[in-house]
């Protein structure tokens, strides 16, 4: 079988697990400027600098997704969020940007291939496309409405490079999340649909949005519904939510997608939202029973953590959701569906 064939036929047994932030486990470790920036000799400092641990310490990121296995993870996300030309011009490391991905899959790759020898399980590996710190939809010039830092072109080739590189260093899906500009995620399809054609291959998507208000609509302004309906023609193996906020303010929106979205539904909510002091206080046990709900209500079919969240959260939401049943993919009726900010449905 097909890596997405796979992932479907697992799907219909059970609940699958997704991981958990890589971020916050990061900052846990309390990593020095020559932790990230080890002997490549970059001009700029690289503390912060999450996605060059994979060339520099891949110790952590490697003892990171092994956590993440063992609570019982089924897919596990590369640490490559930032990895690409733009987020890296910010620390003088957009020529590096091959190389990390490429280690990055690596990493996953080899310690899912582990985990699946240890009992048959099968283990999967999504490559990590952040939506880049640039909008596609938006102008950062509020006197200048029409004006934008980049073009449509230009991202494609970015989002190229870094997809080609997560596939060759063993991704099994290209993961486009935290989708905060509908026409950002376009650009990411459109390059994972070149990098098939070079290929001569599919690569599956997996789509996750991300919520900027309470009301369920993106920074581009597009309703969970309108959303779905503008990226559906990718034939996403995924779609689902992330980051934004809690599970309980997530609630109603993953209700909505899970009734509409005809492929399996991924959500991986924050730990709760952040103090004062921007820290997750949320505990797994929290976490774990209010995603419990979604699943026992139908819901959901893969199910992980965003922001503050830990092992330990992925090992409680696993346990809590051990016997539920994966939602039941739905077959829309055959009519015309059209986004705009928000869905327009016909028939």
Partial sequence: MTKREQLLAAARERVLIFDGAFGTQIQLRKLTEADYAGNLGLPADQK?????????????????????????SDIVSTNTFSANRISQADYGAEGLVR?????????????????????????????AIGPTNKTLSLSPDVEDPGFREIDFDYLVDVYLEQARALVEGGVDFVLIETVFDTLNAKAGIMAVKKLERELDREVPVMISMTLTDLSGRNLSGHTVEAFWYAVRHARPLTIGLNCSFGAEQLRPHVKVLSQIADTLLLVYPNAGLPNELGQYDELPETTAALVKDWADHGQVNILGGCCGSSPAHIAAIAKAVANSAPRVIPQPEPVMRLAGLEALVTG
Wanted: hydrophobic share 45%; glycine share 10%.
């Fill in 48 to 72: 912060g600098n999450n996605d060059i641990l994979a060339l520099t310490r891949p110790d952590v990121l490697s003892d990171i997704t092994r956590a993440y296995f063992e609570a019982g």
């Fill in 99 to 127: 190389a990390m991905n490429l280690a990055s899959g690596k990493i996953a790759r080899a310690l899912a291939e582990e985990f699946e020898a240890k009992d048959g399980r099968p283990r999967f590996v999504a490559g």
